[in-house]
């Protein structure tokens, strides 16, 4: 048993190599590479991900699988749950062939550099068919992979073990009727809040410093997280002693990239402490889509826009900004920093209407999967469920249908997990505030208490527990979206006066 | 044949996506990887440099290479050239054990990393033990891949093929006996020349528009050449539509990051600039380490310190920093970028002394690798060396024996690639002036013509031709490096006024 573990890591370091390249390749073109480097990495990604592939499904790792899945009772955690989820993996890979595979990671880069262009260009068209084909594959995927299920529920299954659309048409429905109401009162009835301080030009250099503090302050180690600028930010990383956080930095709007370095840091606390025996490890990441939605959304809005931090922050923010925020009160930035309206932009929008948001691409999403919907018929679809959801005009596909990268990465299914993981953060607050006195820490700038209550409860497993073992683990019951719309219920019925 | 060379394009490109692979690693890793990330990288180099040696040993490929260069005659130039070098790196390759060959790659990446912490901390200690393994590694490779040869001979021709110590001991005596009366000549009857004007603040983000500025000026086409911002400046190209230059700011000293700049740019011209033919291809590259430093230090001294070009800066100067360089003309500017005066670091020296610097290490490095000194001894030796050769005393290991990154880096025998580079540059400069009024198209900041003229006599090539096929190509005549001693001279002597 010894050499077959032994034999196992071997693969599995292998597996995990691949990963890290293309990895680091892909965080390469999003950040550094020139424009016209584009087809020379379409080959290598082609070279690499046949490699990588062919690792995964290779016949020597079946056999090892087996091996370890017959002796579970003789084998560590760890080693047993790495052979499950490279199991798993196998399983899917398999029915996918190998040459479709291939073919879809080029086209993938392809799409992605496609639509940079087509968002700065507003050219929908040239994008349309690129996604056109992302779609057919994933569609045709999700047959291979589950052929008894849904074609979107077997996409949904991938980002969150589990997720259907019947779960998840429920919970929006859920979410609707309690959120609802709400904006409308706001509209109707809501104090208003006057944000117009915040229009002034913040200069990059001094929002750099900024960001280096905010990170600090997350308790974020930079001698193993870094920090780049990108059109659409994200978080990546290749081991728990690397991981990229990314911004974008608007001169004439702080909080945009504020917000942003507050919730992709939300991400790498969680990849960073991870435990150090999943080092390398396929386990060494987040549980689920969802799960980690919901750290990177906690440290963003519950506690990025709470009072308390924004209070902790205003001396910074005034030591840099003196001039630009000249009179500005602790209490004028916290209602700045949370002042909802219906809005073109996801990742501008408040915490109160995102969800709106997600469920526009939600409902897209199940037609251009299930083929009710095409790509040529999309801008319209998406205007006319901004228009209904959130009652405004897209002006543009800019700031419409091109606005996220999701779809132009073939990520079709992920959306959902933001809401969701929005809603796990309330639950995951409320087990919290019972044993840490939340805001008094926060209001002092110390998050290392409520770093190492996650870390205990959630960030050290990695992938070793399923989202919902976690969700127990830290809340001591099985999720529950209630705990969301009271959440934000509460929060502007305060902030409005309703 | 046509299904043989088929096979044979195909295994190229496997090649060469995992030498693209590598390269974005490195790359990463000097730019923007987080510090701890050192360990995960080192073992995904592993893995990766362990598949990229079986490409390039591998029977299917010796079975090609043969029915190849048995049919010389029935394909294409290109097909052939590389046929050729594939087929002496295969020789090359194949002496060295794959175990040997990783195990060093690994050393290298942990050297580097510990090269970077040791010159932060003036620590040479702690680097000391890496170096020698890594000259332990070269020693035996060198004996691996040719046996018949000094060792240092071996590594000599890995970066010049055919450069022996022989050549390069007259080729030094030579420089040295007809530069250093010309150095001592400045020391004791040369004109003072004021340069203090320089020793001011330069912003580092108006800096990285002179960047952008001088990059323009070379007609470096931005969509297919990043710069980012490193230590210890170099030039990396994945692909002629993926090439990085990089530059380091200082504040305090604006000619650092401008003639990085333009020496950098010019090996990114060099890269950029090989025939569409070769794009992914191993020949699309420069043809030996000489030759692409003849091309970047063409354009830094040749070009970027001619009187004709800081005539063509100085206004975007005047723009950039009008209170900085207030008074300042651009004659003074042509002085001050020309000031000569022995100095304690390689790259910050003037041309002149430059290749005293290059004298330092080659003398070092066929000692190291000889094994006639020890790591132990070398700072002393060092130290020595640079008070004999340049008369100046070192203060620390900082600026002495940890200066450069090239012995990190595992890059024995590259050094005296500068000084011949520079050597071939005058002759090249010397060539290229009887077809072009190259300082009246400097003067005008148009240098499209002078990179066309290059272009067409070098850069096309790639590595199709020999560096003294390209010199005898560009310039009529083979090598003779008494242009490079005559340019000196002359230049100097009118500066200096002796």
Request: charged share 25%; glycine share 6%; aromatic share 12%.
């Given at each position: 048993?010894?050499?077959?573990?032994?034999?196992?890591?071997?693969?599995?370091?292998?597996?995990?190599?691949?990963?890290?390249?293309?990895?680091?390749?892909?965080?390469?073109?999003?950040?550094?590479?020139?424009?016209?480097?584009?087809?020379?990495?379409?080959?290598?990604?082609?070279?690499?991900?046949?490699?990588?592939?062919?690792?995964?499904?290779?016949?020597?790792?079946?056999?090892?699988?087996?091996?370890?899945?017959?002796?579970?009772?003789?084998?560590?955690?760890?080693?047993?749950?790495?052979?499950?989820?490279?199991?798993?993996?196998?399983?899917?890979?398999?029915?996918?062939?190998?040459?479709?595979?291939?073919?879809?990671?080029?086209?993938?880069?392809?799409?992605?550099?496609?639509?940079?262009?087509?968002?700065?260009?507003?050219?929908?068209?040239?994008?349309?068919?690129?996604?056109?084909?992302?779609?057919?594959?994933?569609?045709?995927?999700?047959?291979?992979?589950?052929?008894?299920?849904?074609?979107?529920?077997?996409?949904?299954?991938?980002?969150?073990?589990?997720?259907?659309?019947?779960?998840?048409?429920?919970?929006?429905?859920?979410?609707?009727?309690?959120?609802?109401?709400?904006?409308?009162?706001?509209?109707?009835?809501?104090?208003?809040?006057?944000?117009?301080?915040?229009?002034?030009?913040?200069?990059?250099?001094?929002?750099?410093?900024?960001?280096?503090?905010?990170?600090?302050?997350?308790?974020?180690?930079?001698?193993?997280?870094?920090?780049?600028?990108?059109?659409?930010?994200?978080?990546?990383?290749?081991?728990?002693?690397?991981?990229?956080?990314?911004?974008?930095?608007?001169?004439?709007?702080?909080?945009?990239?504020?917000?942003?370095?507050?919730?992709?840091?939300?991400?790498?606390?969680?990849?960073?402490?991870?435990?150090?025996?999943?080092?390398?490890?396929?386990?060494?990441?987040?549980?689920?889509?969802?799960?980690?939605?919901?750290?990177?959304?906690?440290?963003?809005?519950?506690?990025?826009?709470?009072?308390?931090?924004?209070?902790?922050?205003?001396?910074?923010?005034?030591e840099l900004f003196p001039e630009e925020l000249a009179g500005v009160t602790p209490h004028m930035l916290y209602l700045a920093a949370n002042k909802s309206q219906p809005s073109l932009v996801r990742t501008e929008a408040d915490e109160l209407t995102y969800s709106m948001h997600i469920m526009v691409r939600y409902a897209l999403e199940k037609q251009l999967i299930a083929g009710t919907l095409s790509t040529k018929e999309l801008p319209a679809a998406w205007n006319a469920l901004y228009r209904e959801y959130l009652g405004v005009d897209v002006p543009d596909d800019t700031r419409g249908v091109l606005q996220d990268s999701h779809w132009s990465g073939g990520m079709f299914g992920y959306f959902p997990s933001y809401s969701i993981g929005s809603a796990y953060a309330s639950q995951i607050y409320a087990a919290m505030?019972?044993?840490?006195?939340?805001?008094?820490?926060?209001?002092?700038?110390?998050?290392?208490?409520?770093?190492?209550?996650?870390?205990?409860?959630?960030?050290?497993?990695?992938?070793?527990?399923?989202?919902?073992?976690?969700?127990?683990?830290?809340?001591?019951?099985?999720?529950?979206?209630?705990?969301?719309?009271?959440?934000?219920?509460?929060?502007?019925?305060?902030?409005?006066?309703?």
């Amino acid at each position: 048993m010894e050499e077959t573990i032994r034999r196992f890591k071997e693969h599995l370091a292998k597996q995990h190599a691949y990963e890290h390249a293309l990895g680091v390749l892909y965080y390469d073109a999003e950040t550094v590479m020139p424009r016209a480097g584009g087809e020379g990495l379409s080959r290598t990604i082609g070279v690499l991900s046949e490699e990588s592939y062919r690792l995964s499904t290779a016949p020597e790792l079946k056999e090892l699988l087996q091996t370890l899945l017959e002796n579970k009772a003789a084998i560590d955690w760890v080693t047993q749950r790495e052979a499950e989820e490279l199991s798993e993996n196998m399983e899917r890979m398999e029915k996918i062939p190998m040459e479709e595979f291939v073919a879809y990671q080029m086209a993938q880069n392809e799409a992605s550099r496609i639509w940079h262009e087509a968002k700065v260009n507003n050219d929908y068209a040239a994008f349309e068919p690129h996604l056109a084909k992302l779609i057919e594959y994933q569609r045709r995927f999700a047959g291979y992979m589950r052929p008894e299920l849904p074609a979107y529920d077997a996409l949904l299954d991938q980002y969150e073990k589990g997720l259907t659309m019947e779960t998840l048409d429920a919970y929006f429905a859920d979410v609707r009727a309690k959120l609802v109401p709400v904006i409308h009162a706001i509209k109707e009835r809501g104090r208003k809040i006057d944000d117009s301080f915040m229009q002034k030009q913040f200069p990059v250099w001094k929002q750099r410093k900024l960001s280096d503090f905010i990170m600090q302050v997350m308790t974020i180690d930079r001698a193993c997280c870094a920090i780049g600028e990108v059109e659409h930010p994200f978080t990546t990383g290749f081991n728990k002693r690397d991981i990229r956080i990314t911004t974008h930095y608007h001169e004439d709007n702080l909080l945009s990239s504020f917000y942003s370095v507050v919730h992709e840091g939300g991400h790498a606390l969680y990849e960073l402490n991870t435990g150090d025996d999943l080092f390398c490890s396929p386990l060494g990441t987040g549980a689920s889509m969802g799960i980690h939605e919901s750290q990177s959304r906690f440290f963003e809005n519950i506690i990025g826009r709470s009072e308390a931090f924004l209070r902790f922050m205003h001396p910074k923010l005034m030591e840099l900004f003196p001039e630009e925020l000249a009179g500005v009160t602790p209490h004028m930035l916290y209602l700045a920093a949370n002042k909802s309206q219906p809005s073109l932009v996801r990742t501008e929008a408040d915490e109160l209407t995102y969800s709106m948001h997600i469920m526009v691409r939600y409902a897209l999403e199940k037609q251009l999967i299930a083929g009710t919907l095409s790509t040529k018929e999309l801008p319209a679809a998406w205007n006319a469920l901004y228009r209904e959801y959130l009652g405004v005009d897209v002006p543009d596909d800019t700031r419409g249908v091109l606005q996220d990268s999701h779809w132009s990465g073939g990520m079709f299914g992920y959306f959902p997990s933001y809401s969701i993981g929005s809603a796990y953060a309330s639950q995951i607050y409320a087990a919290m505030e019972k044993e840490l006195a939340v805001p008094t820490l926060v209001e002092k700038g110390e998050l290392a208490p409520i770093v190492a209550w996650l870390t205990e409860r959630i960030y050290r497993f990695g992938c070793l527990k399923k989202p919902a073992e976690l969700i127990e683990n830290a809340c001591g019951a099985p999720f529950d979206p209630a705990y969301y719309t009271e959440y934000l219920t509460k929060k502007y019925s305060e902030i409005y006066g309703l």
